[in-house]
Structures are given as structure tokens and as C-alpha cells.
């Protein structure tokens, strides 16, 4: 049976061809589709998960830095500072800029702070050093890559000019990107000295972190005080409400195409080799044999699918990155393993639309 399955799909190798780079077209979507969820859900997230706060405190009903406002002032600033447990209140203003080279123009998400702090700042440099004074900038690095910076460039930002003097990574949210600059540049830039979006807070060793939460919400009522994995739970929670149902889709159209595209096929020959299958009916054959003709079929063509499009992959990932820097896309082998499975199951679901067919074989045609 296995070599009569193998027989059938060569006997038209165009369109065994063009059926294999079809599906295998579809695979590749999925695999790019999950694996730019991935980098953007790491990407988006990696500011926060990185920073060092026990506790993040906002203006009331912010709940995220993704796509919230928040504004919160240098006198509560002092006050949450004052709460006892709290060893460290550190404010960041995040706010939306652009950087100009020569007719390029690029929108970054500007993050000022305190760098003698060590909160807020860039989660890993891979060149280069931090921001020490107002006229230093830390560039993402993708964000970098796409503009061609680098470490000792100028920077045109809202007509200020700084230097660049390092490049971090971590910081590529894919619509947009972090740069880092003192928080009194990024105040002087807004002309609002006293405002920061939110504050870091590290509290002194061996205190309840619940605690000094709870101290800080009593003494500021017009606040929000989130522990550091509500905090990032919350921004992961906003990622996926606005990302994760477009990658969804599309994934599921590409699925949908392969299960047509392989049902199509399996029809075609079921149709063409129609007197072969009454043969078999005649001599006898039970209905699992012809079934197993069919899924077999379906389950060589997905296999060989999956092979080809794994080839095709990291070569196209790699050079959709190096032409689209802002572009990061980062698999698994969790992630190989569910949509290889998936495309088993879709390749099952074909066949057995096209095994509908056989039931209007009738043993008599074999003398048609």
C-alpha cells in the first residue's frame, strides 16, 4: 500500500511539486507568524521584566506602559519616597520622539531616567555604555541597524543634538523602539520639569513587599501601586489584546488554504485513478484499505511539506531581518513541534474530505 501511495503521487511530479511548495508556503506563514509573536511578545515586554522594581506605581487606572497614559508628579514622587520600607523611588517619563537622519525620520519610544538610580534604564547594552549625561542617548539596537548608527553618531531628536554612546537590546517592541536619555532631558523636552510617568520602587531588604504596596496606596489614594509580576502580567495582557488576534487569523486562513490546497489534490487523484479504486472494490478490499490509500497520501505530501519548509525558513528569517532590522522573530522547537503536528492533523482533515469520494465508486465501473 505504501509504495502504491508513493506511485501515485509520482506519476504527476508538477503537480506534486506545486502541491509541496503550496503547503509548504502555508507552513512557512505559520512558522513566521509565531515566530514574530514571539519576538514582539519578548520584545514589548523585556524593559519591564528586566528592571529590578519591587513595586511600580502609576496614575490611578493606568494599568500598563504599552498603551496607557500616566502622569504622575515630583511631590508624590517625594511622599512615596518617604513611605516607610521603600530604599529606592525612581521615576521614568516615557514619552514618543522622533530622531531625524538626513530625510529618514523615525518615531521612538523615549525613555528618560535617573541613572544614578540603576532603575529604568536599558535592560543589556551590547555596545557601548549607559547614558551619564544630557547629551548621551542609547539607541535600540535593531532601531540602530535600521538607521545605520552607531556608537559616537550624532543624533537629531526634536532639533537637540546628542551622541550616541551605547546600543541596547531587549528594547524592540516592533511598531516601535526604546531610546534612553537623562530623565531631566526628556523633562526639558516636554518643559514640565516635575512630571514622570511612573515610579520604580525598591524596598529595603527583608520587608513585605505587600506591605510597604499597601503603605504606599494609603498614603497616595490617587495611585497605583502593582507588585512586579502584576505589573508585567498587565503589559503582557495588553500585548496580546492587540497583536495576538491578527497573528491568530492570519494563521488560521494559511491553515484553512493548506487543507484546501491537500484536499483538492487528493480529490484529483481519487478522481483520475477512479477504475484503480473499483478494482479494489471488487476484489474485496475493506474500506480501510482505500481510506489508508488516501491518508497516506495526505500524510507523505504534509510530511515532505514540513521538511521543505523548515529549509526554507531560517534562511528567510534571516534575511527579512537583515532587510527589516525592526522585524524580530524568534522560535522554538515547542513552536516546530505544535505546527508540524498541526499540519498532521490538517493533512488527516484533507483526506478525509476527499475519502468522501470513494463512496461514489460502484464496482461496475471497472468494465466502464
Known amino acids: 500500500m505504501d509504495m502504491y501511495a508513493v506511485r501515485t503521487l509520482r506519476s504527476q511530479p508538477l503537480r506534486l511539486a506545486l502541491t509541496i511548495g503550496g503547503v509548504s508556503l502555508c507552513i512557512v506563514l ?39 497614559s500616566s502622569l504622575v508628579s515630583a511631590a508624590q514622587g517625594e511622599r512615596i519616597s518617604r513611605v516607610p520600607g521603600v530604599k529606592t523611588a525612581a521615576p521614568v517619563l516615557f514619552l514618543l520622539s522622533t530622531i531625524r537622519k538626513g530625510e529618514k525620520v523615525g518615531t521612538i519610544f523615549l525613555t528618560g531616567y535617573e541613572p544614578e538610580s540603576g532603575l529604568g534604564g536599558p535592560p543589556q547594552l551590547v555596545q557601548g555604555r549607559a547614558v551619564q549625561t ?62 514622570a510617568t511612573c515610579y520604580l520602587v525598591q524596598i529595603d531588604r527583608g520587608t513585605p513587599a505587600a506591605a510597604v504596596q499597601e503603605k504606599v496606596r494609603l498614603a497616595l489614594p490617587g495611585l497605583e501601586v502593582y507588585d512586579h509580576r502584576t505589573f508585567l502580567d498587565n503589559n503582557i495582557r495588553e500585548m496580546k489584546s492587540g ?15 493548506l487543507t484546501v490546497i491537500l484536499s483538492l489534490l487528493l480529490s484529483v487523484n481519487i478522481l ?16 480501510g484499505f482505500l481510506w489508508g490509500l488516501v491518508i497516506k497520501q495526505a500524510l507523505l505530501i504534509a510530511s515532505a511539506s514540513s521538511v521543505a519548509a ?59
Open 243 to 257: 497583536f495576538l488576534p491578527l497573528l491568530y487569523t492570519v494563521a488560521a486562513i494559511g491553515a484553512v488554504v
Open 30 to 68: 505559520m512558522f513566521f507568524l509565531l515566530a514574530v509573536y514571539r519576538g514582539v511578545a519578548d520584545g514589548s515586554v523585556e524593559y519591564i521584566r528586566r528592571n529590578k522594581a519591587d513595586l511600580w506605581v502609576l496614575q490611578r487606572n493606568a494599568t500598563n506602559i504599552l498603551r496607557g
Open 310 to 368: 523548515l529549509a526554507v525558513f531560517f534562511p528567510l528569517v534571516r534575511l527579512i531581518e537583515k532587510l527589516a532590522p525592526e522585524v524580530s522573530a524568534k522560535s522554538s522547537l515547542g513552536q516546530i513541534i505544535g505546527i508540524v503536528l498541526v499540519v498532521a492533523l490538517m493533512s488527516l482533515l484533507s483526506s478525509l474530505i476527499s475519502i468522501q469520494r470513494l463512496r461514489r465508486i460502484y464496482f461496475l465501473e471497472v468494465f466502464a
Open 134 to 195: 544630557d547629551e548621551d542617548i542609547v539607541l535600540d539596537r535593531s532601531f540602530a541597524e535600521k538607521f545605520r548608527f552607531k556608537v559616537g553618531d550624532p543624533v537629531d531628536l526634536q532639533g537637540s543634538r546628542l551622541q550616541v554612546v551605547g546600543i541596547s537590546r531587549g528594547t524592540n517592541a516592533f511598531v516601535i523602539q526604546y531610546a534612553f536619555v537623562t530623565l531631566r532631558f526628556a523633562r526639558a523636552l516636554i518643559g514640565f520639569p516635575g512630571l
Open 272 to 287: 483520475e485513478r477512479r477504475k484503480d479504486f473499483a478494482v479494489f472494490k471488487t476484489l474485496g478490499s475493506p474500506l
